[in-house]
């Protein structure tokens, strides 16, 4: 009998420990937005819960690092928006949340976050076709810098491509940066390459060819 209470003790101190480690682990989730507003922090709790459900199917690789890389407001498509991206280990997503509207409205889109630095750069229409793109510059230390441009269109985020199908603009040395050469209101993609001995400048330019970004001319001089 002496046994079976100390079995049965056993058993509660353990059920005990267990769901203080929960409320200690939810509580950790919520610090990761400490420094934002209230009202962000409420809009942003169900996608922090969306997130840890589904790691469990390891979509996220370190749910442990999970933590906010940007946080700001942008105007886009005449609308303001509170824009974050939430990043756990080399992956990370992009979160608008309408704050203009009465109704919340989040949109999510993962992108790929290669280094410790990211920034949400211009909002622009870079293609004109009449929708704003958001630029996201992400640092990889000595492995270069990347910039994505996400359209939002019809209430739907999506990537600006490539010719070859690739989201990502990569310059392994200097930056990847927008200029309207021809001033026609379509902008061309500039991504810098490291010169050759006996030159200063070195660039790629990627033009917009009705779909998608294709390399169009290089330059060195």
């Known amino acids: 009998m002496k046994n079976e209470y100390m079995l049965q003790f056993l058993i509660i101190v353990m059920l005990l420990c267990f769901s203080q480690n929960l409320l200690a682990g939810g509580e950790n ?7 934002a507003s209230e009202d962000l922090r409420n809009k942003c709790d169900s996608q922090l819960v ?4 589904r790691n469990k199917d390891g979509e996220w690789e370190f749910h442990s690092n999970l933590e906010i890389k940007e946080n700001t407001k942008a105007e886009i498509n005449g609308k303001e928006y509170t824009v974050l991206i939430i990043a756990t280990g080399g992956f990370g997503e992009l979160i608008l949340i309408d ?3 009465s109704k919340e ?8 976050v290669p280094g410790m630095h990211v920034r949400i750069g211009k909002v622009l229409d870079l293609n004109k076709d009449g929708y704003d793109e958001i630029t996201i510059y992400a ?14 269109k019809n209430d739907t985020l999506s990537f600006i491509e490539k010719a070859d199908g690739d989201i990502s603009f990569f310059a392994l040395v200097g930056w990847v940066h927008t200029k309207d050469f021809d001033k026609d209101g379509v902008f061309e993609i500039v991504v810098d390459r490291k010169p050759s001995e006996g030159k200063t400048e070195s660039y790629d330019i990627y033009k917009w060819d009705g779909a998608h970004y294709a390399l169009k001319d290089q330059v060195e001089k």
């Not at 969306?50 to 459900?53: D, I, L, P, R, V």
């Not at 409205?105 to 992108?111: F, M, V, Y």
């Open 29 to 35: 989730q919520s610090r990761l937005l400490e420094y």
């Open 50 to 53: 969306a997130f840890q459900e």
């Open 99 to 101: 704050s203009s509207g």
């Open 105 to 112: 409205n989040i949109l999510s889109r993962k992108i790929n």
């Open 139 to 152: 640092s990889g230390g000595a492995h270069g810098s990347y910039a994505y441009f996400l359209s939002l």
